[in-house]
């Protein structure tokens, strides 16, 4: 739930951008028919991802659909729906509830308090529809709870961990013959998550006195080499599994973010850094 695996919408045709937004708004009508405005305003990218790599692998029925929204209220704009949207739809007020969970704890957060108890009930009958998948995520997220309070605790596990959450969630059952495969995808894109979300936060983190996993390498002089090395090889931990997965729907969409979209934030830091050296050097010339 960070928004970091989103596509690259300037590469693709008018056509496409309209095809991935279909999915995108499904994925919101869903939450607000299911769960409500609160649940709705939680909207993701990353679950959006999840919705166009399920309807693709399953090719369940769907239907397009044209509505008005408050965002959109002057034209309709067309929304995909489909019992897999729906899936990821419930997937998203999973997440979106323990996030703020997580926030309210570390951050002590009224905000984040607020947005937990609002999605309580939403996040009740998730759990109820889909014991597996929140039984697995709350049992990863007090484990990574747990290991954030030790002295310097490995950031190799709380990668995993992360990786064990999104994992769940990517998997809708888990005796299907693609749940191995799916899984895969989806640890893979929660320790690249983990990572690009803590070295996104570092600065931030230091400034504000707040835990940052990376803490322990950030006095390497490899520290920026190192990190991009390690979310190359999470990357392409998921990819090696999304290849093997039969698909066709939509596979464009899949490779725009998956092997471009999700760098799109770390090329924006890597860019503010290169500017920022380029700015101390005139100033000390």
């Known amino acids: 739930m960070f928004g970091y695996i989103t596509p690259v919408l300037s590469v693709l045709s008018d056509e496409r ?20 405005q609160a649940a709705r305003i939680t909207l993701s990218n990353d679950l959006t991802f999840l919705a166009l790599l399920l309807n693709s ?23 995909l729906q489909s019992s897999l949207i ?15 969970v ?17 999605l309580q009930k939403p996040f009740e009958r998730v759990a109820e529809a889909w014991p597996r998948q929140a039984e697995e ?8 709870w747990r290991l954030e309070k030790t002295e310097n605790p490995e950031v190799d596990l709380l990668c995993n961990l992360s990786g064990r959450m999104l994992g769940a969630v990517f998997v ?11 899984r895969s995808v989806g640890e893979g894109l929660g320790r690249f998550v983990y990572w690009m ?46 290849e093997i997965l039969p698909l066709e ?13 999700v760098w799109q934030r770390y090329n924006q830091l890597e860019e503010r850094r290169s500017k920022q050296k380029e700015e101390a050097r005139h100033a000390e010339s």
Request: glycine share 4%; charged share 30%.
């Open 102 to 118: 997580d926030q309210e704890m570390d951050e002590k957060s009224p905000a984040a308090g607020a947005a937990r108890r609002k």
């Open 17 to 36: 951008k309209k095809r991935y937004r279909a999915l995108y708004c499904g994925v919101c009508h869903s939450l607000l028919a299911r769960h409500g």
């Open 86 to 100: 729906d899936y990821a739809a419930d997937m998203n007020v999973l997440l979106a509830y323990y996030k703020a």
């Open 137 to 144: 995520v709350r049992t990863a997220l007090e484990e990574n």
């Open 249 to 261: 729907q939509d596979l464009d969409l899949l490779r725009n973010i998956l092997y471009s979209g």
């Open 172 to 182: 809708p059952r888990a005796e299907d013959l693609w749940a191995s495969a799916l």
């Open 57 to 79: 692998l399953y090719e369940p029925e769907s239907r397009l659909l044209p509505a008005r929204c408050a965002v959109h209220p002057l034209h309709a704009r067309d929304y």
């Open 197 to 242: 979300d803590a070295y996104d936060d570092f600065d931030a983190d230091r400034k504000k006195g707040r835990f940052n996993p990376l803490t322990p390498y950030r006095s390497r002089e490899d520290y920026h080499a190192f990190s991009h090395d390690t979310l190359e090889l999470f990357i392409a931990e998921a990819a090696e599994a999304f």
